[in-house]
């Protein structure tokens, strides 16, 4: 694996590097450590750093484009009869050859042309990967040069060292943006090329959804087919169902937690409430299914319903559960940033506990709450292993609890599991349900981080 | 009415049989609220009781299974009839006719083609590859004859463990009365033995319950969670000390705050989402692979372990750093020095937490196509793979009675991950609590 | 300390509060003459922390009662058990003997709702719910019950919000939150409050620490016009408030109660070394 072997010998090398310096630096010093402006370690990063990061970069940089460079040559030494098929069929022979230099299985008979390309391929890899090697090791000789050179008694190693720390630092720190550029422009970009084949308002306003008609790949997507309002109905459906089990729950529980319950209740419940918050989604999914869903549809049945097997019940209930923890750790702790002060008003004027409680901390404490409820709802609307698994594939447009429906997240996972032809309307159909997704959820989470921040801030 | 409050203090109102009455209206409300407050909890944990019962129910039967314990003739006929003791003739031999042929040693009585094959079902598909493999490994095996145990086909150790009910109509269930009889006599003639159930930890996924195994999710398990500790620790940990430590007040580190607060509430799907179109598509990572999984729940937990870490950071009291200035260390030996030990548990606490919430992730997983069939364990970052909490995911949907409980029992694995490492969480916690 | 029983109001049958003012004429007479509040030997444990020492002390009738000390000696701890505030307090534990009109405050037949209800407090940090102006003063009389319509609830509002002197100042925006008004304005609100469910006794907790010097005026003032129809206990570490607002003035030091006497009295002829030492300034 030339990654990992590239890696480790760069690393070799830079610890010699830091050897190197830290020795060439107190050697600089004639036995007078103190005559340095930084300590002979920062040397050693110094010129470690100098041996390192040049070949890095260049390794990054090269390994960012080699691939596609290569990609691109060997597309053009196909053969006529290849280089006329659309792009996706040459995307598909692609692949092919991928699989064939790495010695994979290939999805057709090996054709001399395809073998050839594979050869073609290896060889060009096999060349890319040894002037990689060649450059870093001058890179990184370069960088050597340079840094032992410089080491005297006054270089502020320290200082530079220091400056590369800082700025890794904060491209560190600027992951999150870039995984939110990344997010919304795959999200964007994919969408864009959907809504080309879907008209927007086809697609938010339609009241049919049945992505699997337009599979062929020439047939252009039926209307209707696309209209995404059964699934955001679906979806709103089972969240509300979960938010009907959570709030409550979860409300009264952080209120019993933080009003009522002496410390040592508090101590042992509270944990064992956080596990809930622990489980992972697929076995609330597995839960829901196996065992929530049958029990719904046998209770339906004996009161004479008609229950479906994939009820929006037994999902939301679930998920309610699972939300459970979420609304009650968020309100516990609004609850608690609720001054004594106005307790002890109510007190003072003759007011029980529940009253105080009810008409004056939750009053106060409101705007925390709702924000804290809009962030469980954030929660609820992308869950996904739980309605995968326990509600249906069926997009029914109804608001009926026992009847089965699809969600926004179950169609996302269904449609983008197995194979994928990125040229399809249901493919990219779902990355309009994730953009739609996106957008709501982010709404949601601005609005509730506000509200709960100005809460805070209130009565900090 | 010009002074309805009066000049005079009214203890009068207060022992009023008005207000008494009141009063005890009021404070009946009080217990119904309170009540309220006990029910809700009660609800609760009686849901996470219900749920994990529910699950152990179902689940740890699966830790035993039922084997054959057979008399098998190595016969020298069936397995290498020149005697040339060529590897390529020894494992294409068909060893499934072996175990047959002892089983049907112990009722010759069954005769007819139709109730011999019934009879031979109860061989499980893996007993040809579990002979095979024992005679590759000993060759010398051949043309002897050996108590061996080979699988049980699934159905039967279901009806073995009580999970299909033989109570039942011939017609509703998967199993005939007459092989119900047939697996007693095993039993009876001391033929079927209970053990523990290696394979459910030594076998990569199966078509058959029986011999399914998690090896393959938990090695892929292992892999993603590598990539993604290996690239969350040091970015998540760089990103906290520069917001908590270095970062000016200014519009980027502002925008940074908000978008890690947003990104710790984006759905994970969504994350998927992006795994797929930036790392496969665009960057042509390959599919089903642990290092795209990492990197996705790398990129995922993230804002928990920076927003833990930064809480971690903010509790270490100023006077540390002013001291550190004070004697002239750098900002960054500062931190580097004295504010990041004294804050590491509460940051690896935050990392554990994050890493036990990977460990559970399934969904945006399932974008990149680690829902795989995969029967090796993965040897690379590179290669295709499955994790534990897809694999529960696959076992859930096959219909077969013998993947629930397999299903359960992978759960109770999963669970057993999680509760150690947020028992390691606590246990930092705890040691390392320091009140300044 | 006068016999005091209080053998109902047979007359009272609905939520009028004249029948109670009738009623209160009554007693009136048997009451008027002794203390109203009567406290022997209290002792407060925090936990294991014992935190008032065993407390005599007698507050009378419509008069004001002065608590002061430095700060951390006991007598704010003092002020909430005389309306068993400290009972909201999980590990607080209280001994010893208050009465109230005679009756044992913390007898089993004594409810604290009730006995808030009659002695009524005002705090350190003026504590307005986070509710509207008219809210804020009707949430008493609304969860006691003292209002049997919209028109006497209205009544009560105005009749407390002018007798805490507000009203010119707030009668035309009383649908505003309470939380709007300046930090005067907001204690004044607060004594409205505690006014508008008719206490018999009103306890302030240092009202004015977080005042300035034009507020603090205004609620001394104040203090002083209650002060004929109430019973007030007042804590405070200003001592020339405790001179201009207190007829009576006990001092506080170290969880005991060291001297208490006229305020004229304590403040020009101190018996005691540390109250002299306390009023001139030499610790505090």
Same mark, same amino acid.
């Given at each position: 694996?030339?990654?990992?072997?590239?890696?480790?010998?760069?690393?070799?090398?830079?610890?010699?590097?830091?050897?190197?310096?830290?020795?060439?630096?107190?050697?600089?010093?004639?036995?007078?450590?103190?005559?340095?402006?930084?300590?002979?370690?920062?040397?050693?990063?110094?010129?470690?750093?100098?041996?390192?990061?040049?070949?890095l970069?260049?390794?990054?940089?090269?390994?960012?484009?080699?691939?596609?460079?290569?990609?691109?040559?060997?597309?053009?030494?196909?053969p006529?009869?290849?280089?006329?098929?659309?792009?996706?069929?040459?995307?598909?022979?692609?692949?092919?050859?991928?699989?064939?230099?790495?010695?994979?299985?290939?999805?057709?008979?090996?054709?001399p042309?395809?073998?050839?390309?594979?050869?073609?391929?290896?060889?060009?890899?096999?060349?890319?990967?040894?002037?990689?090697?060649?450059?870093?090791?001058?890179?990184?000789?370069?960088?050597?040069?340079?840094?032992?050179?410089?080491?005297?008694?006054?270089?502020?190693?320290?200082?530079?060292?220091?400056?590369?720390v800082?700025?890794?630092?904060?491209?560190c720190?600027?992951?999150?943006?870039?995984?939110?550029?990344?997010?919304?422009?795959?999200?964007?970009?994919?969408?864009?090329?959907?809504?080309?084949?879907?008209p927007?308002?086809?697609?938010?306003?339609?009241?049919?959804?049945?992505?699997?008609?337009a599979?062929?790949?020439?047939?252009? $997507?039926?209307?209707?087919?696309?209209?995404?309002?059964?699934?955001?109905?679906?979806?709103?459906?089972?969240?509300?169902?979960?938010?009907?089990?959570?709030?409550?729950?979860?409300?009264?529980?952080?209120?019993?937690?933080?009003?009522?319950?002496?410390?040592?209740?508090?101590?042992?419940?509270?944990?064992?409430?956080?596990?809930?918050?622990?489980i992972?989604?697929?076995?609330?999914?597995?839960?829901?299914?196996?065992?929530?869903?049958?029990?719904?549809?046998?209770?339906?049945?004996?009161?004479?319903?008609?229950?479906?097997?994939?009820?929006?019940?037994?999902?939301?209930?679930?998920?309610?559960?699972?939300?459970?923890?979420?609304?009650?750790?968020?309100?516990?702790?609004?609850?608690?940033?609720?001054?004594?002060?106005?307790?002890?008003?109510?007190?003072?004027?003759?007011?029980?506990?529940?009253e105080?409680?009810?008409?004056?901390?939750?009053? $106060?404490?409101?705007?925390?709450?709702?924000?804290?409820?809009?962030?469980?709802?954030?929660?609820?609307?992308?869950?996904?292993?739980?309605?995968?698994?326990?509600?249906?594939?069926?997009?029914?447009?109804?608001?009926?609890?026992?009847?089965?429906?699809?969600?926004?997240?179950?169609?996302?996972?269904?449609?983008?599991?197995?194979?994928?032809?990125?040229?399809?309307?249901?493919?990219?159909?779902?990355?309009?349900?994730?953009?739609v997704?996106?957008?709501?959820?982010?709404?949601?989470?601005?609005?509730?981080?506000?509200?709960?921040?100005k809460?805070?801030?209130?009565?900090? | 009415?010009?002074?309805?409050?009066?000049?005079?203090?009214?203890?009068?109102?207060?022992?009023s049989?008005?207000?008494?009455?009141?009063l005890?209206k009021?404070?009946?409300?009080?217990?119904?609220?309170?009540?309220?407050?006990?029910?809700?909890?009660?609800?609760?944990?009686?849901? @996470?009781?219900?749920?994990?019962?529910?699950?152990?129910?179902?689940?740890?039967?699966?830790?035993?299974?039922?084997?054959?314990?057979?008399?098998? #003739?190595?016969?020298?006929?069936?397995?290498?009839?020149?005697?040339?003791?060529?590897?390529?003739?020894?494992?294409?031999?068909?060893?499934?006719?072996?175990?047959?042929?002892? @089983?049907? =040693?112990?009722?010759?009585?069954?005769?007819?083609?139709?109730?011999?094959?019934?009879?031979?079902?109860?061989?499980?598909?893996?007993?040809?590859?579990?002979?095979?493999?024992?005679?590759?490994?000993?060759?010398?095996?051949?043309?002897?004859?050996?108590?061996?145990?080979?699988?049980?086909?699934?159905?039967?150790?279901?009806?073995?463990?009580?999970?299909?009910?033989?109570?039942? /109509?011939?017609?509703?269930?998967?199993?005939?009365?007459?092989?119900?009889?047939?697996?007693?006599?095993?039993?009876?003639?001391?033929?079927?033995?209970?053990?523990?159930?290696?394979?459910?930890?030594?076998?990569?996924?199966?078509?058959d319950?029986?011999?399914?195994?998690?090896?393959?999710?938990?090695v892929?398990?292992?892999?993603?969670?590598m990539?993604?500790?290996?690239?969350?620790?040091?970015?998540g940990?760089?990103?906290?000390?520069y917001?908590?430590?270095? =970062?000016?007040?200014?519009?980027?580190?502002?925008?940074?705050?908000?978008n890690?607060?947003?990104?710790? =509430?984006?759905?994970?799907?969504?994350?998927?989402?992006?795994?797929?179109?930036?790392?496969?598509?665009?960057?042509?990572?390959?599919?089903?692979?642990?290092?795209?999984?990492?990197?996705?729940?790398?990129?995922?937990?993230?804002?928990?372990?920076?927003?833990?870490?930064?809480?971690?950071?903010?509790?270490?009291?100023?006077?540390?750093?002013?001291?550190?200035?004070?004697?002239?260390?750098?900002?960054?030996?500062?931190?580097?020095?004295?504010?990041?030990?004294?804050?590491?548990?509460?940051?690896?606490?935050?990392?554990?937490?994050?890493?036990?919430?990977?460990?559970?992730?399934?969904?945006?997983?399932?974008?990149?196509?680690?829902?795989?069939?995969?029967?090796?364990?993965?040897?690379?970052?590179?290669?295709?793979?499955?994790?534990? /909490?897809?694999?529960? #995911?696959?076992?859930?949907?096959?219909?077969?009675?013998?993947?629930?409980?397999?299903?359960?029992?992978?759960?109770?694995?999963?669970?057993?991950?999680?509760?150690?490492?947020?028992?390691?969480?606590?246990?930092?916690?705890?040691?390392?609590?320091?009140?300044w | 300390?006068?016999?005091?029983?209080h053998?109902?109001?047979?007359?009272?049958?609905?939520?009028?509060?004249?029948?109670?003012?009738?009623?209160?004429?009554?007693?009136?007479?048997?009451?008027?003459?002794?203390?109203?509040?009567?406290?022997?030997? *209290?002792?407060?444990?925090?936990?294991?922390?014992?935190?008032?020492k065993?407390?005599?002390?007698?507050?009378?009738?419509?008069? *004001?009662?002065?608590?002061?000390?430095?700060?951390?000696?006991?007598?704010?701890?003092?002020?909430? +058990?005389?309306?068993?505030?400290?009972?909201?307090?999980?590990?607080?534990?209280?001994?010893?003997?208050?009465?109230?009109?005679?009756?044992?405050?913390?007898?089993?037949?004594?409810?604290?709702?009730?006995?808030?209800?009659?002695?009524?407090?005002?705090?350190q940090?003026p504590?307005?719910?986070?509710?509207?102006?008219?809210?804020?003063?009707?949430?008493?009389?609304?969860?006691?019950?003292?209002?049997?319509?919209?028109?006497?609830?209205?009544?009560? *509002?105005?009749?407390?919000?002018?007798?805490?002197?507000?009203?010119?100042?707030?009668?035309?925006?009383l649908?505003?939150?309470?939380?709007?008004?300046?930090?005067?304005?907001?204690?004044?609100? +607060?004594?409205?409050?505690?006014?508008?469910?008719?206490?018999?006794?009103?306890?302030?907790?240092?009202? +004015?620490?977080?005042?300035?010097?034009i507020?603090?005026?205004?609620?001394?003032?104040?203090?002083?016009?209650?002060?004929?129809?109430?019973?007030?206990?007042?804590?405070?570490?200003?001592?020339?408030?405790?001179?201009? *607002?207190?007829?009576?003035?006990?001092?506080?030091?170290?969880?005991?109660?060291?001297?208490?006497?006229?305020?004229?009295?304590?403040?020009?002829?101190?018996?005691?070394?540390?109250?002299?030492?306390?009023?001139?300034?030499?610790?505090?």
């Amino acid at each position: 694996m030339p990654v990992t072997l590239f890696l480790a010998v760069l690393a070799a090398l830079s610890f010699a590097g830091f050897q190197l310096g830290r020795s060439r630096a107190v050697a600089s010093a004639g036995g007078r450590l103190s005559s340095l402006h930084s300590v002979p370690t920062y040397h050693g990063f110094y010129v470690a750093m100098w041996v390192g990061l040049p070949a890095l970069i260049l390794f990054a940089v090269w390994g960012g484009l080699e691939g596609s460079i290569v990609n691109a040559m060997v597309r053009a030494s196909l053969p006529a009869s290849m280089t006329a098929l659309s792009p996706q069929e040459i995307n598909l022979i692609m692949v092919d050859v991928h699989n064939l230099a790495y010695g994979n299985i290939s999805s057709r008979v090996a054709d001399p042309a395809l073998l050839a390309a594979a050869e073609h391929y290896k060889h060009l890899r096999s060349i890319g990967d040894g002037a990689l090697a060649v450059l870093m090791l001058a890179a990184a000789g370069m960088g050597l040069q340079y840094a032992r050179q410089r080491i005297q008694p006054g270089l502020r190693a320290r200082n530079q060292v220091e400056k590369v720390v800082t700025v890794f630092l904060i491209l560190c720190s600027l992951v999150a943006i870039l995984t939110t550029v990344g997010i919304v422009l795959s999200l964007l970009f994919e969408a864009i090329r959907f809504f080309n084949k879907v008209p927007p308002l086809d697609f938010l306003f339609g009241l049919q959804w049945s992505p699997q008609t337009a599979i062929r790949a020439d047939q252009v $997507a039926s209307d209707g087919a696309f209209g995404a309002v059964p699934l955001f109905t679906g979806t709103l459906l089972i969240a509300t169902i979960a938010m009907a089990v959570a709030v409550p729950l979860g409300l009264m529980s952080a209120i019993y937690m933080s009003e009522y319950a002496p410390p040592r209740v508090r101590g042992t419940v509270k944990p064992i409430l956080e596990i809930l918050a622990g489980i992972p989604t697929v076995v609330y999914g597995f839960f829901a299914a196996l065992t929530m869903a049958p029990f719904v549809r046998d209770v339906g049945q004996s009161l004479g319903l008609s229950v479906s097997s994939e009820s929006a019940l037994a999902a939301g209930v679930v998920m309610g559960v699972m939300i459970i923890p979420f609304v009650s750790s968020l309100s516990d702790d609004i609850i608690n940033a609720v001054p004594q002060s106005l307790r002890d008003g109510s007190y003072g004027l003759g007011a029980t506990r529940s009253e105080t409680i009810r008409q004056v901390v939750l009053p $106060a404490a409101l705007p925390g709450i709702v924000g804290g409820i809009l962030l469980a709802v954030s929660r609820a609307i992308g869950e996904t292993m739980i309605v995968v698994m326990a509600a249906g594939l069926a997009a029914n447009l109804s608001g009926n609890p026992l009847d089965a429906v699809s969600t926004v997240t179950v169609q996302i996972a269904t449609l983008l599991v197995g194979d994928q032809e990125f040229d399809s309307a249901k493919t990219l159909s779902a990355f309009g349900l994730g953009l739609v997704l996106f957008t709501v959820t982010l709404c949601l989470n601005i609005i509730a981080l506000r509200v709960v921040r100005k809460y805070r801030e209130q009565y900090d | 009415m010009t002074d309805i409050i009066s000049d005079t203090p009214k203890a009068a109102i207060y022992q009023s049989d008005d207000f008494a009455a009141r009063l005890r209206k009021r404070y009946a409300a009080e217990r119904r609220f309170k009540m309220y407050g006990v029910v809700a909890i009660g609800v609760a944990l009686g849901m @996470l009781a219900i749920l994990l019962t529910s699950i152990v129910g179902q689940g740890y039967t699966a830790f035993a299974q039922h084997d054959l314990a057979l008399e098998v #003739f190595f016969d020298p006929a069936e397995i290498d009839p020149q005697g040339s003791r060529d590897p390529a003739v020894i494992s294409n031999a068909n060893y499934g006719a072996l175990a047959r042929t002892a @089983l049907q =040693a112990v009722f010759p009585e069954v005769e007819q083609r139709t109730d011999r094959r019934r009879l031979t079902s109860m061989i499980s598909n893996g007993a040809a590859f579990e002979l095979r493999q024992m005679v590759i490994d000993d060759p010398s095996l051949i043309g002897t004859r050996k108590q061996v145990r080979i699988p049980l086909a699934s159905d039967y150790d279901q009806v073995l463990k009580g999970n299909i009910d033989r109570t039942l /109509p011939e017609t509703s269930r998967k199993v005939t009365d007459q092989q119900i009889a047939w697996v007693d006599k095993l039993v009876a003639n001391g033929q079927i033995v209970n053990g523990f159930n290696w394979r459910l930890f030594a076998n990569g996924d199966s078509r058959d319950p029986e011999l399914a195994g998690l090896k393959a999710g938990l090695v892929g398990s292992l892999l993603t969670l590598m990539v993604t500790l290996g690239l969350a620790i040091p970015i998540g940990i760089s990103a906290a000390v520069y917001l908590e430590e270095f =970062a000016p007040k200014n519009k980027l580190t502002d925008l940074i705050e908000v978008n890690i607060n947003n990104l710790a =509430a984006v759905p994970s799907i969504v994350f998927g989402l992006l795994g797929l179109a930036v790392f496969l598509n665009a960057f042509n990572m390959p599919r089903s692979a642990p290092v795209v999984g990492g990197i996705v729940l790398a990129l995922m937990t993230l804002p928990t372990i920076i927003i833990a870490g930064r809480a971690a950071l903010k509790a270490v009291p100023p006077s540390i750093r002013e001291a550190a200035l004070g004697v002239g260390a750098s900002p960054l030996q500062v931190v580097t020095h004295h504010v990041l030990p004294l804050a590491m548990p509460g940051i690896l606490t935050g990392v554990i937490i994050g890493m036990a919430h990977a460990l559970g992730e399934t969904a945006p997983l399932l974008m990149i196509g680690m829902i795989a069939f995969i029967v090796d364990t993965p040897g690379g970052f590179g290669d295709a793979s499955t994790v534990l /909490p897809v694999q529960i #995911f696959m076992w859930a949907d096959s219909p077969e009675r013998g993947f629930v409980e397999r299903t359960s029992a992978a759960i109770m694995v999963l669970l057993a991950f999680l509760i150690g490492m947020n028992a390691i969480a606590v246990f930092l916690r705890k040691q390392f609590e320091r009140r300044w | 300390m006068t016999a005091h029983t209080h053998t109902g109001t047979p007359t009272r049958s609905t939520g009028s509060l004249a029948a109670g003012i009738e009623a209160r004429a009554a007693t009136g007479a048997l009451a008027g003459a002794g203390n109203k509040m009567d406290a022997k030997g *209290v002792k407060v444990f925090y936990g294991a922390k014992q935190a008032l020492k065993g407390i005599d002390l007698e507050i009378p009738d419509r008069q *004001v009662t002065a608590l002061i000390g430095p700060s951390g000696c006991g007598k704010s701890t003092f002020l909430r +058990c005389l309306n068993r505030m400290n009972d909201t307090i999980g590990i607080a534990r209280v001994e010893g003997l208050i009465t109230l009109d005679g009756q044992d405050i913390y007898d089993r037949e004594i409810d604290p709702v009730q006995l808030r209800a009659r002695v009524g407090m005002v705090f350190q940090k003026p504590n307005p719910f986070p509710k509207s102006i008219y809210d804020n003063i009707a949430y008493g009389p609304r969860i006691h019950g003292l209002a049997s319509g919209r028109d006497e609830m209205d009544e009560i *509002v105005a009749k407390s919000l002018q007798r805490a002197g507000l009203w010119n100042e707030v009668k035309d925006r009383l649908k505003e939150p309470g939380t709007g008004l300046s930090g005067g304005q907001q204690q004044r609100l +607060c004594i409205a409050r505690a006014v508008a469910v008719s206490p018999e006794v009103i306890l302030m907790d240092e009202p +004015c620490s977080a005042l300035d010097p034009i507020a603090t005026a205004h609620v001394e003032e104040l203090i002083d016009e209650l002060r004929e129809n109430y019973t007030i206990v007042i804590v405070t570490h200003n001592m020339q408030q405790a001179a201009r *607002v207190s007829q009576r003035t006990a001092f506080f030091h170290l969880g005991d109660m060291v001297e208490v006497g006229d305020t004229e009295d304590i403040f020009t002829n101190p018996r005691d070394e540390r109250t002299q030492g306390y009023i001139t300034g030499r610790y505090g």
